[in-house]
């Protein structure tokens, strides 16, 4: 079959017209693809900035094609555990150590494959699932989003916090956002967000503050110094979801606001089988559809790479 | 009345023979008490060290006696509000602004009097109410304790510390302590806690993770750089809950551990209603006994300040 391989750490993906077709395995489907979606994972594992890569390995966590005669998508989390509140030690992600969707086949486990949502094409499909559990999780079970809440999402260019804005606005809360690219402040703020500040600008709390006084709930994936800045825009009672950390370690922090304003400072990772299954209900509930960039074929892989590490919030695609 | 008096800052408390008993207010009560309680609040105030502190103030949070003829002890939290996630704008705390239990007789809403527990004694029910209700939202409304958690209880030398240790032995955690003296460890071991670490020695987060590994639940009052280390004590899931911040400002976070673990950095500040009576079902229920150092008239208040000052987890108590 075609696949796009990793044959070695800082290298470019190889596209490989016969790789060999994914084995028959216990309790697992072969899934045969149209769509793949490239997420900052691989593009981090390809730079050896993950634990445990082993290589050769098909990349890819995110796809959508067809089982038997149904249009399908794959739950890209393995063995997440039995606790809602977090992964367990054989927790993985489709796509390293096991052969991911950047290929014809891919070997999933038969309870990771769902339906593809009706409202959904098949390329608007491989663009949901990891972003969309990440996202879902992050907002809804571990930061507990009500329609009364005034939500601050950082960073809004990235595809996760995007995907956090929809879901957030579809739930009713006033939302708000920071970007460093006014351009992505502007866009949200057409979709129906209340207030923004450019991260660049020395005030950008400030700002946020003069508009919106505090949040109930901020969803961040940066950490870094801004995230002082996050911690004092809270409420009381107020909670913070990290999912991701890009600027690195947060240089201080005040017990005193955290003990006094009954804080809630929190983690998510990724999420559970019951998060994919939520998420899924909402997304077709509310009819959310994640926004596609451009479409590479698989044979230019690594342009796509590259393409998709410039950033922004548009998924790029395989087509297979 | 008899009454202690700070009459300004940094300034020794001023025993009153006579001064002016308290107006009967709507929904008020008059207690007549029999004992009071220092906590490092009234300390703190006498330091100038709150926010907003008027003076001349009777002093005191913590106090026992009678309303009519039934032994009383005094919620000294008011006004939480209508949130059980965090207090209100209005709440307070008796003994500043309102005056407190240093002295014959104190004013206090009819609904945050409540009956002495039949095991208490009108001395021990004294040194329970503010260290009690912060102790127990710390440990059961926001670190959510079960009895199958490993918890770790930092300075366990304080009165807060002491209780949380107290009221999680009672539920069967296993429960580990540290301290920055070995007389206090060691009293912890006695009294049914598992290891313990003293947090001079420059590895005692060291000696914690080889002796029980990781935590589900740790109750923090210090903050500063040993929250660092306390993060990296957690298991996945695990909560982190600060009701102090004694040593200032934690230096370093990182939010690689905060998503990826999935953990929980909690504030948590005294108690609501709910919590001060819960506090006391389970106090009656598993009879926990505050533990009483010395005792001291009113007159020698400030010999009773100094000698609160000192520390360790035994309540300072004013016989009145």
Redesign the interface.
């Known amino acids: 079959m075609k696949a796009l391989v990793l044959q070695a750490l800082h290298q470019p993906l190889s596209f490989v017209p016969d790789y060999p077709e994914p084995e028959q395995i216990n309790n697992h489907r072969i899934v045969r693809l149209n769509y793949a979606a490239i997420n900052r994972r691989d593009i981090w594992i390809q730079k050896g900035q993950y634990a445990h890569i082993r290589v050769p390995v098909i990349l890819g966590s995110d796809g959508s094609g067809w089982l038997d005669d149904k249009p399908v998508i794959i739950n890209p989390g393995f063995n997440w555990g039995n606790?809602e509140?977090?992964?367990?030690e054989n927790f993985s992600i489709l796509g390293m150590p096991l052969n991911g969707t950047f290929a014809e086949q891919v070997s999933v486990p038969e309870n990771n494959i769902y339906p593809l949502p009706n409202h959904l094409s098949l390329k608007e499909g491989a663009a949901l699932p990891l972003a969309g559990v990440t996202a879902w999780r992050a907002l809804f079970t571990?930061g507990r989003i009500t329609p009364k809440d005034r939500v601050l999402i950082t960073g809004i260019g990235g595809g996760v916090a995007h995907l956090v804005m929809k879901f957030a606005l579809a739930v009713g809360a006033q939302v708000s956002v920071t970007s460093s690219k006014d351009e992505y402040l502007e866009r949200a703020l057409k979709q129906g967000c209340y207030s923004m500040a450019n991260y660049k600008e020395k005030d950008w709390a400030g700002v946020l503050k003069s508009k919106v006084n505090s949040f109930d709930l901020i969803v961040d994936s940066?950490?870094?110094a801004a995230?002082t800045s996050l911690v004092k825009l809270l409420d009381?009672?107020g909670r913070l979801v990290?999912?991701?950390?890009t600027t690195?370690?947060?240089?201080?922090?005040?017990?005193?606001?955290?003990?006094?304003?009954?804080?809630?400072?929190?983690?998510?990772?990724m999420g559970s089988p019951k998060d994919f299954e939520d998420m899924l209900d909402f997304v077709r509930k509310h009819e959310i559809v994640p926004e596609i960039g451009d479409t590479f074929p698989l044979s230019q892989g690594q342009t796509a790479f590259e393409q998709a590490e410039l950033g922004g919030h548009r998924k790029i695609v395989l087509e297979i």
């Open positions: 606790k509140s977090h992964q367990g571990r940066a950490g870094g995230y009381f009672g990290s999912y991701g950390g690195g370690v947060i240089p201080a922090l005040s017990p005193q606001i955290i003990f006094w304003k009954q804080l809630n400072l929190l983690g998510s990772t």
